[in-house]
């Protein structure tokens, strides 16, 4: 493995490693909210920051110097006006030199105070992202279903992108906000009181303003209402781009796919609204500070009719006049950091929530994995709700050994807890009442990273990450070999298909041109599972949906993978599971029977049913394929097209035209056999 891979390797194991990088999760007894929650993150990396302040002051401070100079520059003039030859050169080259020396401070220091911000905001972005996906990694699946996509996404892209964002522009901003508006004042004030007194009016205006319109409770109202839309239309945005195969295929739009349409017009309509009601109170803030003059001047007409020293007054009129116009972006900027302020606390509030949600919870004192006797596994008086009311009990009552080294399968309709069961062996879920044993040991006693050793799970909707194949087989053991990948892979039947990828395995999945098929993808998972080698595997409906050729090769994988393991599986077709030491049938959340394959049949009970469905409409298809022939070559026949290319151009014509067909099909099913079509729907396992 290459010294990049050892890497790669190193870092993505510690996404899943907990406590290890935990530096932004709150203590319980200490949550903090707010502005003390944003400087707590901001001030992660606290040497970089302090520098990054000092820096901005120095800055700040350096920034207003040339107005200083300027002033003494006027002071040495004016006097002299009248005799230009007795203004000291030397001193104004020296004031421009100060000048000069003062814009380059001015230049270094904020350079180097936004070197510090960025370092700073790179490697607090960088933990916090990992910290967070670590965290979603370690809360039960049940938050995913509350919890759409897009809110995630739109978390761990937007809302912490905006600390990054904060810390690296916005802080040495607002450092200096804060301290350009202390300076500024001071030195209004000293020149000439009054005339500074007069330039405070606007300005202590303007924030009056900025106050009454946005402050208070309307604006962290109008904030959460303006992120609860975007939130919206991120997760319908979500939706709708996954789901976008249902909507082609019922001739939906972006209009007539409402929950999109109307989250988009709702945003759109929140922020016309905002922008109505900020316009007023904008226009008035950016008017009056940028026209400070407007009330410097008629002061300035005022003082020159009573003056007689003009020299003073013409030096104290100009300097104002020019220092005034500097307000405008120290204030500008305050005004904007604490906006954009506002929008962060909003999101830091969003990610708190999922960091303050309680993870799968760890035992205190684990259970040491290597003393678990056996790896059966065992369900005694399980319930489980994925209520918090406990209405409807997905599983009641369940109690049944999967015994070491034996196949239980999981037969019933759909709904009846087959997948429930299944989730509840790796602790997708904890349970309502009673427990889940590995061995004789309760599964949480365990560490959740020593249960997730000893589970495998396929799952029937496999996702494959967008990496290379050899990548994604390794999430089954991440430092594996490489022979151990393809030793793997062919026990899962997927080598020769993998090498005759263009880039074999390192192949990256999904990217341009590369699609595998959902019998591809199933052996990859499987080759996973092999890999991984745990002791206990959990099949859920793995070989629903494959072709008859990628079926055979799933169920030679399978037998690879489940060989002295214990096996819990959930299939479709029944003949699959009719060698399983084991069968449980399932209905409405309860064992309705259990026994293996003959026992069952000789119980005459509800597997027996099951099989006479699966057995009609066995022999449904087999009599709708052979009528369809029939009925093709009778109009082959009649359109007097040759015989020997007619049940496939049939075929090819039914396909096309499928209602047309259903109907024909319909019609020439017995009744019989078309009640046995609607009950085994109903029934399927
Ligand atoms: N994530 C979920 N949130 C809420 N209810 C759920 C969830 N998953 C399943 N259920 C409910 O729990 C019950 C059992 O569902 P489960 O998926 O275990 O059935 P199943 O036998 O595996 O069905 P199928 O064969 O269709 O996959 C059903 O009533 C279902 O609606």
Same mark, same amino acid.
């Given at each position: 493995?290459?010294?990049?891979?050892?890497?790669?390797?190193e870092?993505?194991?510690?996404?899943?490693q907990?406590?290890?990088?935990?530096?932004?999760?709150?203590d319980?007894?200490?949550?903090?909210?707010?502005r003390?929650?944003?400087?707590e993150?901001?001030?992660?990396?606290?040497?970089y920051?302090?520098?990054s302040a000092?820096?901005?002051?120095i800055?700040?401070?350096?920034?207003?110097?040339?107005?200083?100079?300027?002033?003494?520059?006027?002071?040495?003039?004016?006097?002299?006006?009248s005799?230009?030859?007795?203004?000291?050169?030397?001193?104004?080259?020296m004031?421009?030199? *100060?000048?000069?020396a003062a814009?380059?401070?001015?230049?270094?220091?904020m350079?180097g105070?936004?070197?510090c911000?960025?370092?700073?905001a790179?490697?607090?972005l960088?933990?916090?992202?990992?910290?967070f996906?670590?965290?979603?990694?370690?809360l039960?699946?049940?938050?995913f279903n509350?919890?759409a996509?897009?809110?995630?996404?739109?978390?761990?892209?937007d809302n912490i992108?905006s600390?990054?964002?904060?810390?690296?522009?916005?802080?040495?901003?607002?450092?200096?906000?804060?301290?350009?508006p202390v300076?500024?004042?001071?030195l209004?004030?000293?020149?000439?009181?009054?005339?500074?007194?007069?330039?405070?009016?606007?300005?202590?205006?303007?924030?009056?303003?900025?106050?009454?319109?946005?402050?208070?409770k309307?604006?962290?109202?109008?904030?959460?209402?303006?992120?609860d839309?975007?939130e919206?239309m991120?997760?319908?945005?979500?939706?709708?781009?996954?789901g976008?195969?249902?909507?082609?295929?019922?001739?939906?739009?972006v209009?007539?796919?409402k929950?999109?349409?109307?989250?988009?017009?709702?945003?759109?309509?929140?922020c016309i609204?905002?922008?109505?009601?900020c316009?007023?109170?904008?226009?008035?803030?950016?008017?009056i500070?940028?026209?400070?003059?407007?009330?410097?001047?008629p002061i300035?007409?005022w003082w020159?009719?009573?003056?007689?020293?003009?020299?003073?007054?013409?030096?104290?009129?100009?300097?104002?006049?020019?220092?005034?116009?500097?307000?405008?972006?120290p204030?500008?900027?305050?005004? *904007?950091?604490s906006?954009?302020?506002?929008?962060?606390?909003d999101?830091?509030?969003?990610?708190?929530e999922?960091?303050?949600?309680?993870?799968?919870?760890?035992?205190?004192?684990?259970?040491?994995?290597?003393?678990?006797a056996?790896?059966?596994i065992?369900f005694?008086?399980?319930?489980?709700?994925?209520?918090?009311?406990n209405?409807?009990?997905?599983?009641?009552d369940?109690?049944f050994?999967?015994?070491?080294?034996?196949?239980?399968a999981?037969?019933?309709?759909s709904?009846s807890?087959?997948?429930t069961?299944?989730?509840?062996?790796p602790?997708?879920?904890?349970?309502?009442?009673g427990?889940?044993?590995?061995?004789?040991?309760?599964?949480?006693?365990?560490?959740?990273?020593?249960?997730?050793?000893?589970?495998?799970f396929?799952?029937q909707?496999?996702?494959?990450?967008?990496?290379?194949?050899?990548?994604n087989?390794?999430?089954?053991k991440q430092?594996?070999a490489?022979?151990?990948?393809?030793?793997?892979?062919?026990a899962?039947q997927?080598?020769?298909?993998?090498?005759k990828?263009?880039?074999?395995?390192?192949?990256?999945?999904d990217?341009?041109?590369?699609?595998?098929?959902?019998?591809?993808?199933q052996?990859?998972?499987?080759?996973?599972?092999?890999?991984?080698d745990s002791?206990?595997?959990?099949?859920?409906?793995?070989?629903?949906?494959?072709?008859?050729?990628?079926?055979?090769?799933?169920?030679?994988a399978?037998?690879?993978?489940?060989?002295?393991?214990?096996?819990?599986?959930?299939?479709?077709r029944?003949?699959?599971?009719?060698?399983?030491?084991?069968?449980?049938?399932m209905?409405?959340?309860?064992i309705?029977e259990?026994?293996?394959?003959?026992?069952?049949?000789?119980?005459?009970?509800?597997y027996?049913k099951?099989?006479?469905?699966?057995?009609?409409?066995l022999?449904?298809?087999?009599?709708?394929?052979?009528?369809?022939k029939?009925?093709?070559?009778?109009?082959?026949?009649?359109?007097?097209?040759?015989?020997s290319?007619?049940?496939?151009?049939?075929k090819?014509?039914?396909?096309?035209?499928?209602?047309?067909?259903?109907n024909?099909?319909?019609?020439?099913?017995?009744?019989?056999?078309?009640?046995?079509d609607?009950?085994?729907?109903?029934?399927?396992?």
């Amino acid at each position: 493995m290459s010294q990049t891979d050892e890497n790669y390797y190193e870092n993505r194991n510690s996404l899943f490693q907990k406590n290890e990088s935990e530096k932004f999760k709150q203590d319980a007894n200490a949550v903090k909210r707010g502005r003390s929650r944003l400087f707590e993150i901001t001030f992660y990396k606290k040497g970089y920051m302090f520098a990054s302040a000092i820096l901005s002051i120095i800055s700040v401070a350096a920034s207003f110097i040339p107005y200083i100079l300027l002033y003494l520059i006027l002071k040495e003039i004016l006097p002299h006006l009248s005799d230009p030859g007795s203004i000291d050169a030397s001193l104004l080259m020296m004031y421009i030199v *100060y000048i000069i020396a003062a814009v380059i401070i001015t230049l270094v220091t904020m350079f180097g105070a936004l070197m510090c911000s960025h370092l700073a905001a790179f490697q607090t972005l960088y933990h916090l992202k990992i910290e967070f996906a670590s965290k979603l990694a370690s809360l039960p699946l049940g938050y995913f279903n509350q919890n759409a996509t897009g809110k995630l996404r739109k978390v761990m892209d937007d809302n912490i992108e905006s600390i990054e964002l904060f810390i690296a522009h916005h802080f040495p901003d607002l450092v200096g906000s804060f301290a350009a508006p202390v300076i500024l004042v001071l030195l209004l004030l000293y020149f000439d009181w009054r005339v500074g007194f007069v330039c405070l009016i606007p300005i202590a205006l303007a924030y009056v303003i900025q106050a009454v319109s946005f402050g208070g409770k309307n604006k962290v109202m109008f904030l959460k209402t303006y992120q609860d839309a975007l939130e919206d239309m991120n997760s319908s945005a979500v939706e709708y781009v996954r789901g976008i195969s249902v909507i082609k295929i019922f001739n939906q739009t972006v209009y007539s796919f409402k929950k999109f349409h109307t989250s988009i017009m709702n945003y759109t309509e929140f922020c016309i609204k905002y922008t109505y009601m900020c316009r007023a109170p904008m226009t008035a803030f950016v008017t009056i500070l940028n026209n400070i003059s407007f009330f410097i001047i008629p002061i300035g007409i005022w003082w020159v009719t009573r003056t007689t020293d003009y020299t003073a007054f013409a030096l104290t009129f100009i300097f104002y006049l020019i220092f005034s116009a500097s307000v405008v972006s120290p204030f500008m900027k305050l005004m *904007y950091v604490s906006n954009k302020g506002d929008v962060i606390l909003d999101g830091i509030g969003r990610m708190d929530e999922t960091f303050n949600t309680p993870s799968v919870r760890e035992p205190v004192s684990p259970a040491d994995p290597k003393a678990v006797a056996g790896r059966s596994i065992r369900f005694a008086n399980v319930s489980f709700s994925y209520t918090e009311d406990n209405e409807h009990k997905a599983l009641s009552d369940v109690s049944f050994k999967a015994e070491e080294g034996q196949i239980t399968a999981l037969v019933g309709r759909s709904g009846s807890g087959k997948s429930t069961i299944a989730h509840l062996i790796p602790r997708f879920w904890d349970v309502d009442s009673g427990a889940v044993y590995v061995g004789d040991t309760d599964i949480r006693d365990l560490k959740t990273d020593d249960l997730m050793d000893m589970v495998s799970f396929v799952f029937q909707d496999v996702f494959l990450f967008k990496q290379s194949v050899k990548d994604n087989i390794l999430v089954g053991k991440q430092n594996a070999a490489d022979e151990e990948v393809y030793a793997a892979a062919r026990a899962a039947q997927c080598d020769d298909f993998i090498r005759k990828l263009p880039n074999g395995y390192d192949t990256i999945v999904d990217s341009k041109g590369i699609h595998l098929s959902g019998g591809e993808r199933q052996r990859i998972a499987i080759a996973r599972a092999i890999l991984k080698d745990s002791p206990v595997i959990v099949l859920d409906e793995a070989t629903a949906f494959a072709d008859p050729e990628n079926e055979y090769k799933i169920q030679e994988a399978f037998k690879e993978l489940v060989k002295e393991k214990t096996v819990i599986m959930i299939a479709h077709r029944l003949p699959t599971i009719r060698t399983a030491h084991q069968i449980i049938v399932m209905d409405e959340g309860k064992i309705a029977e259990s026994g293996t394959h003959d026992a069952l049949i000789q119980k005459n009970g509800v597997y027996k049913k099951m099989w006479e469905a699966y057995d009609s409409t066995l022999s449904w298809r087999i009599s709708q394929n052979s009528d369809l022939k029939s009925d093709s070559r009778n109009s082959n026949d009649s359109n007097g097209s040759d015989d020997s290319n007619g049940s496939d151009d049939s075929k090819n014509s039914n396909d096309s035209n499928g209602s047309k067909n259903s109907n024909d099909v319909r019609k020439n099913i017995p009744k019989n056999v078309q009640k046995t079509d609607v009950s085994a729907q109903g029934g399927a396992v």
